[in-house]
């Protein structure tokens, strides 16, 4: 597997946070509102903004910092702990039933992506059930996630959490820019990209950073709509 992601921290990462990704999943109109945005174009655009936005704010960079610090120390720990190989840790989180380098992980939400015709009404039958001010319990649970899955990645391993917090900024700009309109559109083309190269990717500033953006975002996504059991 050539330049391909380390499944097994996006695996550990997305246990670790499940629990509270299917919780903000749960609010109500959340899964309305986060569906239309992941399947439509405005809707893509919309979330793409408001994580840049989000992505900006010093609690954020809080979070890196934070993440950063954990996954450190959890390194540490692993390495000066012994456990006998035929005894499994009791701690050992439970990986969810569909692995993130299976090729169905990466099928779009079941009704895909809408066609144009009907884009609008989806989109405003979402923000209709969906209270503006509780975005922000959405968009704070995709973050952390983000932030600590990011802890895990190499590449940012050796960035500043503010150098790593202005190229998240850099990063969703880019993507409102790019060619892949609605976020479900990634599907097999962005396991293709992960699991072999950068390929589609190479075309933005930091491709390993969009490629882990989409990850995430693409794990979060599946989790709060309750895709991911």
């Given at each position: 597997m050539?330049e391909?992601?380390d499944?097994?921290?996006l695996?550990d990462?997305?246990?670790l946070?499940?629990?509270?990704l299917q919780?903000?999943?749960?609010?109500?109109?959340a899964?309305g509102?986060?569906?239309s945005?992941?399947q439509?174009?405005?809707?893509?655009?919309?979330?793409y903004?408001?994580?840049q936005?989000?992505v900006?704010k010093p609690?954020?960079l809080?979070?890196l910092?934070a993440a950063?610090?954990?996954?450190?120390?959890?390194?540490?720990?692993?390495s000066?702990?012994?456990?006998?190989?035929?005894?499994?840790?009791?701690?050992?989180p439970v990986?969810?039933?569909a692995g993130?380098?299976?090729a169905?992980?990466?099928d779009?939400?079941?009704?895909?992506?809408?066609s144009?015709?009907?884009?609008?009404?989806?989109?405003?039958e979402?923000?209709?059930s969906?209270?503006?001010?509780?975005k922000e319990?959405v968009?704070?649970?995709i973050?952390?996630?983000v932030a600590a899955?990011?802890?895990?990645?190499?590449?940012?391993?050796?960035m500043?959490?503010a150098?790593?917090q202005?190229a998240l900024?850099?990063t969703?700009?880019?993507?409102?820019?790019?060619?892949?309109?609605?976020?479900?559109e990634w599907?097999?083309?962005a396991?293709?990209?992960?699991a072999?190269s950068y390929?589609?990717?190479?075309?933005y500033?930091?491709?390993?950073?969009?490629?882990?953006?989409v990850?995430?975002?693409?794990?979060?996504?599946?989790?709060?709509?309750?895709l991911?059991l």
């Amino acid at each position: 597997m050539t330049e391909g992601i380390d499944g097994s921290n996006l695996q550990d990462t997305l246990d670790l946070y499940k629990d509270a990704l299917q919780e903000a999943g749960q609010a109500e109109g959340a899964q309305g509102w986060l569906s239309s945005s992941l399947q439509t174009t405005k809707g893509t655009d919309q979330l793409y903004g408001l994580l840049q936005q989000y992505v900006q704010k010093p609690a954020f960079l809080q979070k890196l910092t934070a993440a950063r610090a954990t996954a450190v120390t959890a390194e540490a720990t692993a390495s000066t702990v012994c456990r006998p190989s035929d005894s499994p840790s009791a701690s050992e989180p439970v990986h969810l039933e569909a692995g993130v380098m299976q090729a169905t992980f990466w099928d779009s939400a079941p009704g895909g992506c809408v066609s144009e015709v009907i884009e609008g009404l989806v989109e405003e039958e979402a923000l209709g059930s969906y209270v503006l001010v509780e975005k922000e319990d959405v968009l704070d649970a995709i973050g952390t996630f983000v932030a600590a899955y990011l802890a895990t990645v190499p590449e940012a391993q050796h960035m500043k959490p503010a150098d790593l917090q202005q190229a998240l900024t850099s990063t969703f700009r880019d993507l409102r820019k790019g060619h892949v309109r609605r976020f479900w559109e990634w599907g097999r083309c962005a396991y293709r990209c992960i699991a072999f190269s950068y390929g589609a990717f190479s075309v933005y500033e930091n491709p390993w950073l969009v490629r882990a953006v989409v990850t995430a975002l693409w794990a979060a996504g599946k989790v709060m709509l309750g895709l991911l059991l």
